[in-house]
Every structure is written in structure tokens, then in C-alpha cells.
């Protein structure tokens, strides 16, 4: 009988649940294809360059924007070339898991906050976890695996070699990523994203919003800097240097090779909206409760406004990738074991005293 009284809302919630977690996941994939012609287009405007405006359809341009299409499409029916000397099922197998893990890391983003609605409330939060931070580090640490795999089932000493780095570089940044976020997360009280974001709510002094960008500003740049490593985008786009080594993906193409670049874009994604969700407030916007808008309303502003910081997250990563050169390899480790680690357990230990000392 209490089977028979639970179901409707069981049924209900699972597919509330997966309605969610395939918008986060449309959301994701729609923005790594823009990322593709934004990352041109932007890297143009800042060498001074016109950039991709080849692509058409009936002769009309659209600044480029059919370049995503053609891109699909020739990575669609371009040759799938399978290494002779590769181990077939691992070197099929290893573009699925990286792109698997990141798109998984979607779903726990928090975009919006909750919605009174038919005597219920509704989560906009795709995943509702209270571990969420440790569910989407996770999964990127289980994502650096495609990578190595990928290098080590190519039958190749150049993919090796780059799936290697990779794996020093992951490693390198996980540790600091970790010790990063303990200051900010030791300050909320909580593991969860959305949490995380709703005590970013309040006003310091009535006047500041008490985001972590305020709070914890060398945690944030600290964490823009590991975020950018773990993405392996320039300049720290080590595994794939083409400059002085081939790269892991060397030895793909078609859409394997595509799988490895969305899976890049899906990692700056899930990269931007934890800066979000940790630093920028979330779905938080100064004074926006104070204007009297119906919940529905309210809820659909916070959508937009976490969106918005997401997106600006984007174009500030893609401002630094086309403004710095490359780091060497040793500069690299350098950074992240002698630098920004003891910054982070630095910051940690400032922001434990300052709590305990002011609770």
C-alpha cells in the first residue's frame, strides 16, 4: 500500500530528474560547439585576424557560424583510422571515457535554485548531491584515464609520451585543485554546489554580495589557474603540444578525435560553472529579491544570471589561452607543486584561523 501511495511522486521525480540532466547535458554540448567557432573568432579579433568565414549556406556567411556544421559534418564522414600496432578495444574505448566523465560533471552544476509549484518544491539542480564538489572532482581524476589510455593503446611513443605528460599535469593540478577549494568549502560549511552558492547570498555590511571572489580572492585565481591546467588548454596544453611533442590523440581522427576536443570544451564548461557556483554567487543576484518578482520569475532570472557568469567564466579563459605563450614542461610542474600548492594550504590555514577566531 505505501509502495502504491509513493509511486506517482517516485515516477514523478525520476522524471523531473532526467528531464534536468538532459538540459544540462543539451546545454553543455550546445556551448562546446559555439566554444569551437568562439575560440576562432576570438583568437582573430585579438591577432587582428578575420578568422573562419569560409562556410556557407546559399551564400550567406553569418559570421562563420556554419563552420560548427561543417566541422561536425567532416568529423562525421571523415576515415576512422584504427593504428596497426594500437590495441583496438582500449583505443575505442579511451575518447568514450574522457567525454563520458565530463559530460557526467554537467549534471551537478547548479543553475538555478527551487520553485514552489502545484503544492511542491522543485530543484533546478540536475543532480541534487551533498557531495557534489567531490562527485565532479572525481570525475575528472577517472576522465585523465581516456587520456592515458588513449596514448598507451596507440601503439605509439609519441601518443605515450603525451599521455604521460597528461597524467603528470593531472595529477600536479588535482592535488592543488583539492587543497584550493578546501578554504572557500572550510567557509561555507558545506560540500554541496548549490549550498554553496545560497550562503553567497547574504550582503557583507549590506553593500557587498559575499561571494567568494571577495572572500577568497587568491583562492579564486588559484583556482582559475588549476582549472585551466586540468582543462589542458593554453598554456597549459602540454599533453598536446604540438610544438615539441605529437600528442596523445595523434593517432585518431573522425569523431574520436572530435570526442577528445568537445571533451576539452565540456571540461572548461563544468571548469566555468564551479567558478560560478563557488565564487560568483551562483544564481545569486544583488537585489534581485527585493524587486517583488513572482517565484517563477525569480527562478528563471537566477537560470539566466548563472548562465551569464558561466558564460563570462568562458570568454575569460579564452582571453588567457590567446594571450599567454606555452609553458615548458618543468615550468609547469613548478607552478603547480611549488607555487600554487603552498599558496592554497596557505590560504587554508588563513581562512581556518579567521573562522574559528570570528564564529
Known amino acids: ?146 587520456v592515458v589510455m588513449a596514448g598507451w593503446s596507440s601503439g605509439s611513443n609519441y601518443a605515450l609520451l603525451g599521455g604521460l605528460r597528461g597524467a603528470a599535469q593531472m595529477i600536479s593540478y588535482e592535488v592543488a585543485m583539492l587543497a584550493i577549494l578546501a578554504g572557500p568549502l572550510f567557509l561555507y560549511g558545506t560540500l554541496d554546489l548549490a549550498q554553496a552558492s545560497r550562503w553567497q547570498a547574504h550582503m557583507i555590511g549590506g553593500v557587498l554580495p559575499a561571494w567568494g571572489i571577495f572572500l577568497q580572492p587568491l583562492a579564486f585565481i588559484l583556482f582559475m589557474t588549476a582549472g585551466a591546467a586540468e582543462t589542458k588548454r593554453a598554456p597549459f596544453d602540454l599533453p598536446e603540444g604540438e610544438a615539441e611533442i605529437v600528442g596523445y590523440f595523434v593517432e585518431y581522427s573522425g569523431m574520436k578525435f572530435g570526442m577528445f576536443l568537445t571533451t576539452d570544451f565540456l571540461e572548461s564548461i563544468v571548469l566555468a560553472g564551479m567558478a560560478t557556483a563557488l565564487f560568483l554567487g551562483g544564481w545569486h543576484v544583488p537585489g534581485l529579491s527585493h524587486l517583488g518578482l513572482p517565484q517563477a520569475v525569480f527562478a528563471l532570472v537566477g537560470v539566466a544570471a548563472f548562465t551569464t557568469k558561466l558564460l563570462a567564466v568562458l570568454w575569460l579563459l579564452m582571453q588567457i589561452r590567446w594571450t599567454l605563450p606555452r609553458f615548458r614542461f618543468d615550468q609547469l610542474l613548478d607552478l603547480g607543486w611549488k607555487n600554487v600548492l603552498p599558496l592554497a594550504l596557505a590560504n587554508l590555514l588563513v581562512t581556518a584561523w579567521a573562522v574559528t577566531l570570528l564564529s
Not at 538540459?23 to 576562432?40: C, D, I, P, T
Open 1 to 146: 500500500m505505501i509502495c502504491c501511495e509513493l509511486s506517482p511522486r517516485f515516477w514523478t521525480d525520476s522524471v523531473w530528474s532526467g528531464f534536468k540532466i538532459l538540459l544540462a547535458l543539451g546545454f553543455g554540448m550546445n556551448v562546446a560547439a559555439l566554444m569551437s567557432w568562439v575560440e576562432r573568432k576570438q583568437s582573430a579579433v585579438i591577432q587582428d585576424r578575420i578568422g573562419a568565414n569560409r562556410a556557407d549556406i546559399l551564400g550567406f556567411r553569418f559570421l562563420g557560424l556554419f563552420h560548427i556544421l561543417s566541422d561536425a559534418i567532416k568529423m562525421l564522414t571523415k576515415e576512422d583510422f584504427e593504428p596497426p600496432a594500437g590495441i583496438r578495444p582500449w583505443h575505442a574505448l579511451a575518447p568514450i571515457v574522457s567525454m563520458a566523465c565530463a559530460a557526467l560533471c554537467l549534471a551537478a552544476l547548479p543553475f538555478g535554485d527551487v520553485i514552489e509549484f502545484a503544492g511542491r518544491t522543485w530543484s533546478l539542480v540536475p543532480i541534487q548531491l551533498d557531495y557534489s564538489v567531490l562527485y565532479v572532482l572525481a570525475l575528472l581524476s577517472i576522465g585523465v584515464h581516456g
